[in-house]
């Protein structure tokens, strides 16, 4: 059974600072997604990483997938209120199969 | 495109009693999947159809839960004899083929009293 653990579970910040979460497995992954989810909705993807080592910025957010294919990074620079919501992880078992989540981290951010 | 929908958005019944949800994937996505989140949880993996083949099915799928994509576009999830375990978040996701993340709905959210 592939399993994915995140860290930390829960985080509260003020706004303005910088933030890592991490997401972790014994498993070997196709590829790696992350999403963010909001009470009431549904996870909204926000990037997928392929390639071991790969690192992909989207504005604020950097994504770090690990050279064995088995970890991922998320770095927030600067968070903001926005930012706030639960970070899942994701990883592809076999090509589009099956994906299984980690329990995600909870993000606040403060004003 | 309006994305993956669901329906009802909340279902609330009676333990014993049978419930069906809708899912409409992307019309060009090819694959459809049904997580369960429960709260403080990640989403877990009930099913998955490529087309109208069920090609992967949880183990955590008990003889209760039923999925079908008759003609390879919506799909239902049915629950037979509803167990106040079985309240949750109930997803549904598209996607295409190969390396091609998922894409949700906003779920449908079961209480069973």
């Known amino acids: 059974t592939q399993l994915l653990e995140q860290s930390p579970q829960f985080l509260s910040i003020q706004e303005g600072e910088n933030l890592t979460v991490y997401c972790n497995s014994s498993?070997?992954?196709?590829?790696l997604q992350w999403y963010r989810q909001e009470p009431g909705e549904g996870p909204v993807l926000l990037v997928t990483?392929?390639?071991?080592?790969e690192v992909k910025k989207l504005k604020r957010l950097t994504f770090q997938f690990g050279d064995a294919r088995k970890d991922s990074s998320l770095h927030i620079t600067a968070a903001q209120t926005g930012d706030t919501g639960l970070y899942l992880c994701?990883?592809?078992?076999?090509?589009?199969?099956?994906?299984?989540f980690g329990p995600g981290t909870r993000l606040s951010v403060l004003p | 495109d309006t994305g993956v929908s669901q329906d009802p958005r909340h279902k609330i019944t009676k333990r014993g009693q049978n419930v069906t949800f809708r899912c409409d994937p992307i019309?060009?996505?090819?694959?459809l999947y049904w997580y369960r989140q429960t709260l403080g949880q990640g989403p877990e993996f009930l099913t998955y159809?490529?087309?109208?083949?069920?090609?992967?099915k949880s183990r955590l799928l008990s003889d209760r839960f039923s999925a079908e994509r008759p003609k390879g576009s919506f799909s239902t999830l049915e629950i037979q004899r509803t167990e106040q375990g079985d309240s949750a978040m109930y997803l549904c996701?598209?996607?295409?083929?190969?390396?091609?993340?998922?894409?949700f709905g906003n779920g449908t959210r079961l209480t069973v009293t």
């Open positions: 996701a598209s996607s295409l083929q190969g390396l091609s993340p998922l894409h």
């Open positions: 498993s070997v992954f196709s590829s």
């Open positions: 990483v392929v390639t071991g080592g």
């Open positions: 994701a990883g592809d078992v076999n090509y589009g199969q099956n994906f299984v």
């Open positions: 019309s060009e996505h090819n694959r």
């Open positions: 159809f490529q087309n109208e083949a069920q090609l992967e």
